[in-house]
C-alpha cells in the first residue's frame, strides 16, 4: 500500500457536508469554529444575521458585544447619513452588514455604496470596497480598528474611513490620497467635518456625544431641502400643519 503524499488530506468532504459539519461542532461548543478554516463561500453559509462575526484570512472571529454608547452613536450616523442619500439618491447605507475585500470580511459599524457601485450590493454582502466606512471603536477593538482594519481599508481603497472613540470623544476622518494612502483631516474650528465622498454632508463632532434628534440633525445640514421633503411626507400622509405650527 502507499503512503500518502505529505499534507494531503487522505479524504475530501463536499462542499455542503463541510459546512453542516463546521455548523455542527459550532452549535455544539455555542462559538464559532476557532482554529478551523473556512473559506468565505464556506463562512457565509456558516454564518446567518444574528451572528456578529468577521472572516479574516480563512479565519472566523467573533467580536464582544458593543456598549450602549457604540450602539448610539452608530444609530445616530446611520439615520442622518441614510436619510440624506436617500434624498439625494446618492446610494446605500448599511449598518453592521458584510463587506468582503481582498482577503478578510469585514462588518464595519456603518457603510456608505455609492449609486455607481451599486452592482458590489449582493443580498447578504458587500462583493468589494465601500465608498465610506465608519468605525466606532470599543476597548477590545483599539488594535483591529487603528491596525489590522486601517490597513485592509487602505489597501483595498475604501476612499473614506471614520474612527470614533466614544471614551476620549475623539473623531478622526482619514481620506485616501493619489498614493493610496490615508491621511487624517481634523474637524475645522467650529467643530464641523465635511465628507469629501458624501458632497454636501457634514457633521458636528459634538453631535456623536450629545446625538440631538436626527431630525434636528438633518435640518442643519439641509435647511430647507430637508424640510419641504418632510413636508412633502407629511401631506402624502394626509397630514396638514396647525396654524401653531406655522
Known amino acids: 500500500m502507499s503512503a500518502l503524499p505529505e499534507h494531503e488530506p487522505s479524504w475530501k468532504l ?8 463546521l ?6 461548543l455555542d462559538r ?4 478551523l478554516r473556512m473559506s468565505f463561500d464556506e463562512f457565509m453559509h456558516w454564518t446567518n444575521e444574528d451572528t456578529h462575526a468577521e472572516w479574516v484570512d480563512g479565519k472566523v472571529l467573533m467580536p464582544s458585544p458593543v456598549s450602549l454608547d457604540h450602539q448610539r452613536i452608530a444609530d445616530f450616523l446611520a439615520r442622518i447619513m441614510d436619510a440624506f442619500v436617500t434624498m439625494r439618491q446618492l446610494g446605500l447605507v448599511v449598518t453592521t452588514f458584510m463587506m468582503k475585500i481582498t482577503r478578510a470580511g469585514r ?8 449609486e455607481a457601485h451599486r452592482n458590489r ?3 447578504t454582502f458587500v462583493d468589494g470596497p465601500a465608498d465610506l466606512v465608519v468605525e466606532i471603536i470599543s476597548p477590545e477593538s483599539v488594535g483591529r480598528d487603528r491596525g ?19 471614551r476620549t470623544r475623539r473623531a478622526e476622518f482619514y481620506r ?9 483631516f481634523e474637524a475645522d474650528a467650529q467643530g464641523i467635518y465635511r465628507s469629501l465622498i458624501l458632497r454636501d454632508f457634514w457633521i458636528n463632532v459634538s453631535w456623536l456625544w450629545q446625538t440631538p434628534a436626527p431630525e434636528v440633525a438633518l435640518l442643519e445640514i439641509c435647511g430647507q431641502e430637508y424640510a419641504d421633503m418632510l413636508l412633502r411626507r407629511m401631506r402624502q ?8 405650527d406655522k
Do not use: R
Open 121 to 123: 450590493v449582493k443580498p
Open 107 to 114: 462588518e464595519p459599524d456603518v457603510l456608505f455604496v455609492a
Open 237 to 244: 400622509q394626509g397630514l396638514t400643519m396647525t396654524e401653531d
Open 148 to 166: 489590522e482594519k486601517f490597513f485592509e481599508y487602505e489597501q483595498a481603497g475604501i476612499p473614506e474611513y471614520w474612527l470614533i472613540d466614544p
Open 14 to 21: 463536499p462542499h455542503d457536508v463541510k459546512t453542516q459539519l
Open 23 to 28: 455548523q455542527a461542532i459550532a452549535d455544539m
Open 176 to 184: 485616501l490620497d493619489d498614493q493610496g494612502k490615508y491621511h487624517l
Open 32 to 35: 464559532a469554529p476557532a482554529g
